[in-house]
């Protein structure tokens, strides 16, 4: 991302505990302008397609997703196959954040069109430290605008 440039990321984390975690180590390292977090699928799906709560709201210039896969109601997968099937989002860049790394759904991710996927680790530190190199992924990305 250059410096300057506005960005939301959306954060889609059913465990309260990883999002305050994520949450905070991207604050820490500055990365993000706003910060949204929905606890499942179907959540964010209404809000890339502007449905349910998210009807009147105006959509992000700049956006960024980090995705779990283990998500109630709507899975991760059904989630990033909507995305990345829908003109109006497919370019939206997904980070995969998730607990497994079963080289079969790293496979169906990348499949599916995500564009980075890192595995949440158990330990404490290392956790921090996944998501402190996610922040350094992050300050060198370029991201198009959404809208």
């Known amino acids: 991302m250059s410096i ?17 975690l994520i949450e905070k180590n991207l604050k820490r390292e500055k990365i993000a302008d706003k910060l949204v977090v929905l606890g499942n699928g179907k959540e964010a799906i ?23 896969l283990n998500l109630p109601v709507i899975d991760g997968f059904e989630v990033l196959r909507r995305l990345k099937t829908d003109p109006r989002t497919k370019g939206i860049p997904v980070i995969v954040l998730t607990s497994t790394d079963d080289k079969r759904d790293v496979a ?15 330990n404490y530190e290392k956790f921090c430290e996944t998501i402190r190199n996610l922040a350094t992924i992050l300050t060198a990305m370029s991201l198009p605008k959404t809208g």
């Open 4 to 20: 300057g440039d506005p960005i939301t990321i959306l954060l889609i984390e059913d465990d309260p505990g990883h999002a305050r």
């Open 46 to 68: 209404d809000y890339f397609f502007g449905q349910g709560k998210y009807s009147d709201m105006q959509p992000a210039d700049r956006l960024l997703v980090l995705l779990d």
């Open 108 to 122: 169906r991710c990348y499949d599916l069109g995500c564009n980075v996927f890192m595995t949440k680790p158990v």
